[in-house]
């Protein structure tokens, strides 16, 4: 069972940046590809970034590209959001989830706000 804790979230001011980490426990982690989603107020998850497993393949939702950066360190077993240029928009709970197969397993989410 593959156990996933976010951490990084807090409130920040527009223009602001954040660095948002997941560790995993349990699993091979470099078997994993790993992303981050944002579940803003009122609204449903969405997808924000994702890896894959070795790192050399990353994807990103229109809205940040440029403005966020995912990569991951396997020894580690760590996946990072780097979040520059941060909107009110962004604000929300980011979750870390990690694919394998079928199988998805979910962290908790760490809280971010971006308010002045």
């Known amino acids: 069972q593959v156990q996933l804790v976010e951490s990084g979230g807090g409130l920040v001011q527009p223009g602001g940046s954040l660095r948002l980490s997941c560790t995993g426990s349990?699993?091979?982690?470099?078997?994993?590809?790993m992303s981050w989603y944002l579940q803003a107020p009122g609204k449903e998850r969405e997808l924000v970034a994702a890896?894959?497993?070795?790192?050399?393949?990353?994807n990103y939702a229109l809205s940040v590209k440029g403005r966020f950066t995912i990569s991951r360190d396997n020894a580690k077993n760590t996946v990072t959001l780097q979040m520059n240029s941060l909107k009110p928009e962004d604000t929300g709970v980011y979750y870390c989830?990690?694919?394998?197969?079928?199988?998805?397993?979910w962290g908790k989410g760490t809280p971010v706000t971006v308010s002045s």
């Open positions: 349990g699993g091979t982690f470099s078997n994993y590809g």
């Open positions: 890896i894959g497993p070795t790192g050399t393949s990353t």
């Open positions: 989830k990690a694919t394998i197969g079928w199988r998805n397993y």
